[in-house]
């Protein structure tokens, strides 16, 4: 159903974007170009969850063969993944993530997003949760910053940035 979500909102992201157009005067990048992009990757990184899960929910009732190494080290773990709740929770750290873009400034949330998705959501280790989160951060501003010129919200960032 997470899966399914993540898809139908993409979809819609992508399909309304194209009213503000993708591309516009000599190849110049529109306001619906975000959005267009942000929709295409919600639908492969949802398809990608929704074939997860179905491959995940046939070994369980197939049962792992013996060679399926992958199914044998996620059954030790005893690695039981509840999508829809993930799914959920990512939405709702969205959500807050836009209300505190404004005050706290993209970047820093952006970043802060990442690493309470990775550390939060998907368990991974707080260090590498820290530097994924980090060089994302980064990356951000490489692109929407300094090479496409958007002008991001800063808030508390500004002085660093010089806005």
Do not use: C
């Not at 529109?30 to 929704?50: E, Q, R, W």
């Amino acid at each position: 159903m997470g899966a399914l979500t993540l898809v139908a909102v993409g979809a819609a992201f992508s399909i309304l974007s194209l009213d503000y157009g993708i591309l516009g005067e000599g190849a110049r990048i529109s306001p619906g170009f975000v959005p267009f992009v942000v929709g295409l990757l919600l639908v492969v990184f949802g398809a990608i969850i929704g074939w997860e899960t179905w491959r995940s929910r046939i070994h369980a009732t197939i049962g792992p063969s013996e060679n399926d190494t992958e199914s044998k080290s996620e059954t030790g773990k005893g690695a039981h993944y509840n999508t829809t709740k993930s799914v959920a929770l990512v939405f709702g750290l969205l959500l807050i993530a836009v209300i505190l873009a404004p005050i706290l400034g993209f970047l820093i949330t952006f970043s802060i997003l990442v690493f309470v998705i990775l550390a939060g959501v998907e368990r991974e280790r707080i260090g590498f949760s820290f530097a994924i989160s980090l060089g994302i951060g980064l990356l951000a501003w490489l692109i929407f910053y300094q090479f496409m010129g958007i002008r991001l919200p800063l808030g508390i960032s500004a002085p660093l940035l010089g806005g």
